[in-house]
């Protein structure tokens, strides 16, 4: 399995000395949907932000796809899609014309652009609202264009920073099913979550962060077994509460 992000020894300390992220290591291959999973304030947005080149660190190395994200952050922009909690969309355009946007801001030809909307409508089953003005657009349906928009030039390495919260069991399963065909048309999916029924059902292997600290870094069905817990809500539940395996 090529490893396509690498982050190594990650030390974020926040200007009024906070040390949101504490020694961080783990690498995610290209096949893979791995879990960046945490409780509230552990540290995964600063993580996923510090990966996005959008926040300096204190510490650490981050590589994706072998280059090095401080000294190529252009190309290692280009190689990955961040989705936040805070995408927004423009509320005047439909959602067409908010992928186009985007897309252009990309540099991608118009043909590649046409063919990038209507595979990702399709895949995120927008059809039925993407062109509509944005402004109409239910909970679910905004995040699924913010999903569209952040991979629209179909990055290699996709991170979804809490992309199934506020979604119902329908729209969830649109996104999981997003990110099951990301994997396996060979992209590394970085899914950050903590609802752990979502991240049991979709991740090959994890990562607990507490406190900015790694507790568990393993597959799934190995930290049942060391743990003995049989599903990975206890598993957590366990772990944070005891602070690692
Ligand atoms: N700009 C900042 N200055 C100081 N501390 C910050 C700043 N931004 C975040 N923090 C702190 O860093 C810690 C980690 O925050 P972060 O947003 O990374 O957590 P998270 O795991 O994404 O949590 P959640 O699940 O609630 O989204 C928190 O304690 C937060 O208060
Ligand atoms: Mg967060």
Same mark, same amino acid.
């Given at each position: %399995?090529? @490893?396509?992000l690498? =982050?190594?020894n990650?030390?974020?300390e926040?200007k009024n #000395?906070?040390?949101?992220?504490?020694?961080?290591?783990?690498?995610v291959g290209?096949?893979?949907?791995f879990g960046l999973?945490?409780? &509230?304030?552990?540290?995964?947005t600063? *993580? *996923?932000?510090? *990966?996005?080149?959008?926040l300096s660190?204190?510490? #650490?190395?981050?590589e =994706?796809l072998?280059?090095d994200?401080?000294r190529y952050?252009?190309e /290692?922009?280009?190689n990955? #899609?961040v989705?936040?909690?805070d995408? $927004?969309?423009?509320?005047r355009?439909t959602?067409?014309e908010?992928?186009?946007?985007?897309g252009?801001l990309? $540099?991608?030809s118009?043909?590649d652009?046409?063919?990038r909307?209507?595979e990702? @409508?399709?895949?995120l089953?927008? $059809?039925?609202?993407?062109?509509?003005?944005?402004a109409?657009?239910?909970?679910?349906?905004?995040?699924?264009?913010?999903i569209?928009?952040? /991979?629209?030039?179909?990055p290699?390495?996709?991170?979804f920073?809490?992309?199934t919260?506020?979604l119902d069991v329908?729209?969830?399963?649109? =996104?999981r099913?997003?990110?099951?065909?990301?994997r396996?048309? $060979?992209?590394?999916v970085?899914f950050? @979550?903590?609802? %752990?029924?979502?991240?049991?059902?979709?991740?090959d292997?994890v *990562?607990?962060i507490?406190?900015?600290k790694?507790i568990?870094?393993?597959s799934?069905? &190995?930290?049942? @077994?060391?743990?003995?817990?049989?599903d990975?809500e206890?598993?957590?539940?366990?772990?944070v509460?005891?602070? #690692? =395996?």
């Amino acid at each position: %399995m090529e @490893t396509f992000l690498k =982050v190594q020894n990650l030390v974020k300390e926040y200007k009024n #000395g906070f040390r949101a992220v504490d020694d961080v290591s783990f690498e995610v291959g290209a096949g893979e949907i791995f879990g960046l999973l945490g409780p &509230n304030g552990a540290g995964k947005t600063t *993580i *996923i932000r510090a *990966i996005s080149t959008i926040l300096s660190f204190t510490n #650490g190395k981050i590589e =994706v796809l072998g280059k090095d994200n401080l000294r190529y952050a252009e190309e /290692v922009r280009s190689n990955i #899609g961040v989705l936040t909690t805070d995408i $927004g969309a423009y509320e005047r355009f439909t959602g067409k014309e908010n992928l186009q946007y985007f897309g252009e801001l990309y $540099g991608l030809s118009s043909s590649d652009l046409d063919k990038r909307i209507k595979e990702l @409508t399709e895949l995120l089953d927008m $059809g039925g609202f993407i062109d509509k003005k944005a402004a109409k657009y239910s909970t679910g349906m905004k995040q699924r264009l913010a999903i569209a928009r952040s /991979v629209i030039h179909d990055p290699k390495v996709i991170i979804f920073d809490e992309p199934t919260s506020g979604l119902d069991v329908l729209s969830s399963q649109t =996104v999981r099913d997003f990110m099951s065909h990301a994997r396996e048309s $060979g992209r590394a999916v970085i899914f950050s @979550t903590h609802q %752990m029924y979502d991240a049991e059902k979709l991740c090959d292997r994890v *990562i607990i962060i507490h406190k900015g600290k790694e507790i568990a870094y393993d597959s799934v069905e &190995n930290l049942k @077994t060391q743990t003995g817990e049989r599903d990975l809500e206890d598993v957590f539940l366990k772990l944070v509460k005891g602070e #690692g =395996v």
